[in-house]
């Protein structure tokens, strides 16, 4: 017998039988790994990494198996159904695809008739690789507003790096980073945005140097040269102390601060501003040890930051992002081999204009909800979720009357859940697609079966900007289930806006290819396409920005009367912000740390998922529990000014014992409550969405941070189950 | 797709030796091992358990790891001789079979296991445990766990003398602690 290979899908057909193979990309998290799917009598049978993917060369997450389990899930909703109850009884009816899309655009209709497209909001969440869809919907139909995570996840990072230095620099870890700062950031479970935790792994089985920045022990800070454990939400503070140690030592790049740089000399000022005698007493890290970081970033070349959601869901958001640009940049790691890329996507019709933001009237642009008071986030198509429930409960500035909720679930995932809740009861349309009847769903006149990306024949991740594109190929067909591509388009011809859209999807697909000057069916035939690779565009192009420099004093946030050089700003409901807060609440509690297994609030109801995690879980240092009276695996409370929770404890001395750590996304699709016990464990019951709390430029709701205090929900000699 | 390390030819008639090892310094703990052991035995089974080590209460933080826990497949396996039914045995590959037709459930094999990998079917009551996927391997197939899914790459399967030379390899490249 030959030697063992790995992936051998020649042998996997013959030994198992299976009838075809489908390479396609999954889409279980916010990325597309490159899988391969076994089919076996019409069914999915097994699925694995593709070897030949550039992008995970063959691995896989728990979540990427998982959608086995997804696709052909008992509780899977498989054909559109309308509510039949009061709001959140759980009763529905089935009904047609016709009636349930007709009634929709009915609704539309009459609402944008009544008071304008701006009272029709359409959301996404996690985005199944339907936003530039659901923006062109949005913006065909003539409504400004588009509910979505962007105000604090991802958004962030594009409108930051898009202002500052022209694109969003993605790690370059083909080219083996020599030292790699992970910052606010899990990416061997999470796999964030262009990122994946292979690539990762391999730079250091390369031999790269690791920094940690987390508040929290990770596997990855147990590996790091140097651990920052930093107090959480003082990112922008450690980062300019860093700066502050990097010029003060001459060690950041002379040549290319001196051409490549707007703002310098205010931005030294700004840093001098940040010596480490007052970074160590903000960040509770070392100053010795931040030193150490700073050096070894600078000095070690090429070095790139792998950054992520945790210095997003912050109210200084914007300065965190930018404080790390600054990082990246004045070290030199600015699009260079093994440093940070501004990759190029191929020369297809990018997700802008397939967004058709040029189509919204400036008008109705004008009336995007926030948009005079988060301008930043406004420009980028974003806004704040409270606004729209103002609008929904207050009809301020103007009244939202229908919700079109397109895989999301904001009961769960947005702050201040009770403010969500209300909005979504009293709103007078909900329409909801998804693959459960989620918290949200729950409370909607009408749910769409949504497809699984097993389902569903798109072009992945060309709104990304890690320079691929993926052809992502339908193998299954489940019920009556759509993607939300197909469904949009045909709602389009419905509310009469179908000029701007397609007889069938699929000549969508070919409009986004044809500057290619290929089709959907010949993309089809190919494993990937990749745009050209070029490193220092800068020398000949300059940066995308208004100087075509990198700008660290940013014109962009000056013309809009923000502070145009990144600061630190002590978040609200901390020690610091709020000492009185603070003797009633006596720990920062850090919410929703990455696990495996989860996306957001997805995957509850996958018992190979569930299984790996069963009930919500809040880590607690040793002292506190012993000074709490919490044990190991006791239910206990977690309680702000706003709600109580409930989460198992479990101890975990890896961190600072005035932090506690709880999980996010929580609620139980078993439970027998319609609603799925939407408040029981989800940490949103105690975040705060107030806009003094919010970032001011993305209008991003500090939702990682807030004060607690907890206690065993079970008074101590009695038992719970 | 790559050959696996150390697939050198071999003299014909030499027994070729299958073995799982796991270079726990890379191990990141997101499971997806396990969940890829689920999915070989159609979700019903898992045979394989991911654990979190440590932090120690001194925080020293560098005994915070991950553990595979999962057959080794030992070369003297005290399972064997443990079970008074004979339903554990070992191959010439070294591969050991639990027969779960055999066995009566007495759990003798779980205490003689020093590894802890041997667990309980309540509902079969009967004990389980890797059989290396042999339905693979014998059909020329890697076990699904060291099958290329394992971000970090630290599960390797093949000749154990072969695999430690290339963790050392590897590790002798690493600058992280």
């Known amino acids: ?721 | 797709m790559q050959d696996l390390p150390g697939g050198t030819a071999r003299e014909v008639g030499q027994v070729r030796k299958h073995a799982l090892v796991i270079d726990h310094d890379a191990c990141w703990g997101c499971r997806t091992c396990e969940v890829a052991c689920a999915q070989e035995y159609d979700f019903k089974s898992k045979f394989l358990l991911v654990t979190e080590e440590g932090p120690s209460q001194d925080n020293s933080i560098h005994d915070y790891t991950y553990r595979v826990n999962v057959c080794r497949h030992c070369e003297d396996p005290p399972c064997v001789g443990a079970c008074p039914e004979e339903a554990i045995s070992q191959r010439d590959d070294g591969i050991v079979v639990l027969d779960a037709d055999r066995c009566t459930g007495c759990r003798s094999c779980i205490e003689a296991c020093p590894y802890e990998v041997i667990a309980f079917d309540e509902e079969q009551q009967v004990a389980q445990k890797c059989n290396l996927c042999r339905h693979r391997v014998d059909n020329g197939l890697i076990p699904a766990c060291a099958d290329n899914v394992c971000l970090a790459h630290c599960i390797y399967f093949g000749e154990p003398a072969d695999i430690e030379a290339t963790i050392e390899g590897k590790r002798k490249k690493r600058q992280t602690i």
């Open chain 1, 1 to 721: 017998m030959a030697d063992f290979k790995y992936s051998n899908v020649t042998r996997e057909m013959e030994v198992y039988g299976y009838d075809s193979v489908v390479k396609s990309f999954c889409r279980m998290c916010h990325g597309g790994c490159g899988v391969l799917v076994y089919v076996k009598d019409g069914r999915v049978k097994k699925i694995a990494g593709d070897p030949d993917c550039p992008i995970n060369h063959g691995t896989l997450c728990a979540k990427g198996i998982g959608s086995i389990q997804l696709a052909y899930h008992p509780d899977r909703l498989t054909h559109p159904v309308r509510r039949v109850g009061p709001r959140g009884s759980g009763k529905w009816e089935r009904i047609s695809w016709d009636e349930a899309l007709d009634t929709i655009a009915e609704r539309m209709l009459r609402y944008k008739d009544a008071y304008g497209a701006e009272s029709v909001v359409l959301g996404y969440g996690t985005g199944r690789d339907n936003e530039a869809v659901v923006y062109r919907f949005a913006n065909t139909f003539g409504s400004p507003n588009v509910l979505t995570a962007g105000h604090f996840c991802y958004g962030p990072r594009l409108a930051t790096t898009i202002i500052t230095c022209g694109s969003n620099p993605v790690v370059d870890y083909e080219n083996h980073p020599k030292c790699i700062m992970v910052w606010g950031n899990n990416l061997v479970f999470s796999n964030p945005d262009s990122y994946k935790g292979e690539p990762f792994s391999a730079a250091l089985d390369e031999g790269a140097k690791l920094i940690c920045v987390d508040p929290r022990l990770t596997r990855i800070a147990s590996r790091a040269n140097i651990w920052l454990r930093l107090r959480p939400a003082t990112d922008a503070a450690l980062a300019l102390g860093m700066c502050n140690v990097i010029i003060r030592e001459g060690l950041y790049d002379k040549e290319f601060v001196e051409n490549y740089v707007h703002g310098w000399g205010p931005f030294v000022k700004r840093v001098s501003e940040w010596p480490l005698d007052r970074v160590e007493q903000i960040t509770w890290a070392p100053k010795k040890q931040i030193e150490e970081a700073a050096r070894l970033f600078a000095t070690t070349k090429p070095a790139a930051i792998q950054w992520g959601v945790g210095i997003e869901i912050q109210a200084n958001l914007t300065n965190n992002d930018r404080s790390l640009i600054a990082l990246m940049g004045i070290t030199g790691n600015l699009d260079v081999p093994g440093g940070q890329v501004l990759f190029q996507t191929p020369n297809v019709r990018n997700v802008g204009s397939f967004g058709a933001h040029g189509m919204l009237s400036r008008e109705q642009f004008a009336k995007r909800l926030g948009g005079d008071q988060f301008r930043l986030a406004a420009r980028f198509g974003i806004i704040n979720p409270k606004r729209v429930w103002d609008a929904i409960i207050e009809e301020k500035p103007y009244p939202v009357k229908m919700l079109f909720l397109i895989s999301t679930n904001p009961i769960s995932t947005r702050a201040n859940s009770a403010e969500v809740f209300r909005a979504l009861e009293k709103v007078d349309f909900l329409a909801v697609s998804d693959f459960f009847i989620t918290p949200s769903a729950a409370l909607a006149d009408i749910v769409l079966p949504t497809a699984t990306w097993l389902e569903m024949d798109y072009i992945a991740d060309f709104w990304k900007r890690h320079g691929y594109i993926l052809p992502r190929r339908k193998v299954i067909q489940v019920g009556e289930c759509r993607s939300d591509h197909e469904m949009l388009n045909d709602l389009a011809h419905r509310v009469g806006i179908g000029q701007y859209w397609w007889s069938d999807f699929q000549q969508g697909l070919d409009h986004i290819l044809e500057p290619m000057g290929i089709s959907w069916k010949q993309f089809k035939e190919m494993d990937f396409i990749r745009g050209e690779v070029k490193y220092r565009k800068y020398r000949t192009e300059g940066f995308s920005t208004p100087t075509r420099k990198l700008e660290l004093y940013s014109t962009v946030l000056e013309k809009m009367a923000y502070d145009p050089l990144p600061q630190y700003h002590e978040p609200p409901g901390s020690p610091y912000s709020a000492p009185e807060l603070y003797k009633e609440y006596p720990y920062i509690l850090v919410s929703g740390r990455r696990i495996p297994g989860f996306f957001c609030s997805e995957g509850r109801q996958i018992p190979c998922l569930r299984e790996l995690q069963p009930d919500p879980v809040v880590e607690i240092h040793p002292e506190t529990a012993e000074k709490s009276g919490i044990k190991e695996g006791d239910w206990v409370i977690i309680e702000s000014p706003r709600g109580k929770i409930r989460h198992r404890a479990r101890l975990f001395a890896g961190m600072d014992p005035r932090i506690v750590f709880a999980q996010h996304g929580w609620w139980f699709p078993e439970s027998e409550d319609p609603m799925r016990g939407w408040r029981e464990s989800n940490v949103n019951m105690l975040t705060d969405n107030s806009y003094e709390n919010c970032d001011p430029a993305m209008g991003g709701t500090a939702i990682r941070t807030l004060l607690c205090r907890i206690y065993p929900e079970v008074p101590q000699g009695r038992s719970d189950k």
